[in-house]
T-cell receptor, first 111, second 114 residues
């Protein structure tokens, strides 16, 4: 099974905020990532956070990290139809350079 | 500047055959990693190479091998193909080994094994 867990689906209305949640298991992970994948395409790096940070904001994106609970979230403000895609959470295991991905959350934005 | 480029973009093989996939990292990046993404799942780590040496390996059989060249490009080889090897194979590059920070992916090579 996956070491990184995400809910599989999220549906929001255009203009609302989206919050995608993720839990990870390796407390030694140094970096945590959010990637976006559109149909038939590769992975687009959205943002990442170093494990000694609690929050990172980048334009419409806000990442929150709760190390105690091993919980990571991605908030997308003013969600647009172009944000519809699969979002992957990932943790970098520094000891072997293995990046572990969740199964992805499919975000659907309705007009 | 070109991003991570992979070739071929699509290919079809039959069981038992061999396949070679190629990746060129972003200019200046010295580390290349390979991932397998089966339909409906997240990518799974296969290998990481840095300065032409293997620096990390995921839980894949010995049929999978890779190498990195002096120009930092890389090849992934899969022997004795099985139906279950059908997947999108993604290459990613970063500046340094285990640098964390920015890891950029290519568009992938979609392999279908019949």
């Amino acid at each position: 099974g996956e070491d990184v867990e995400q809910s599989l689906f999220l549906s929001v209305r255009e203009g609302d905020s989206s919050v995608i949640n993720c839990t990870y298991t390796d407390s030694s992970s140094t970096y945590l990532y959010w990637y976006k994948q559109e149909p038939g395409a590769g992975l687009q790096l959205l943002t990442y956070i170093f494990s000694n940070m609690d929050m990172k904001q980048d334009q419409r994106l806000t990442v929150l990290l709760n190390k105690k609970d091993k919980h990571l979230s991605l908030r997308i403000a003013d969600t647009q139809t172009g944000d519809s895609a699969i979002y992957f959470c990932a943790e970098l295991q520094y000891h072997n350079n293995d990046m572990r991905f969740g199964a992805g959350t499919r975000l659907t934005v309705k007009p | 500047d070109a991003g991570v480029t992979q070739s071929p973009t699509h290919l079809i093989k039959t069981r038992g055959q061999h396949v070679t996939l190629r990746c060129s990292p972003i200019s200046g990046h010295k580390s290349v990693s390979w991932y397998q993404q089966v339909l409906g799942q997240g990518p799974q780590f296969i290998f990481q190479y840095y300065e032409k040496e293997e620096r990390g390996r995921g839980n894949f059989p010995d049929r999978f091998s890779a190498r990195q060249f002096p120009n930092y490009s890389s090849e992934l080889n899969v022997n004795a193909l099985l139906l279950g090897d059908s997947a999108l194979y993604l290459c990613a590059s970063s500046l340094e080994q285990g640098s964390g920070g920015e890891l950029f992916f290519g568009e992938g090579s979609r392999l279908t094994v019949l």
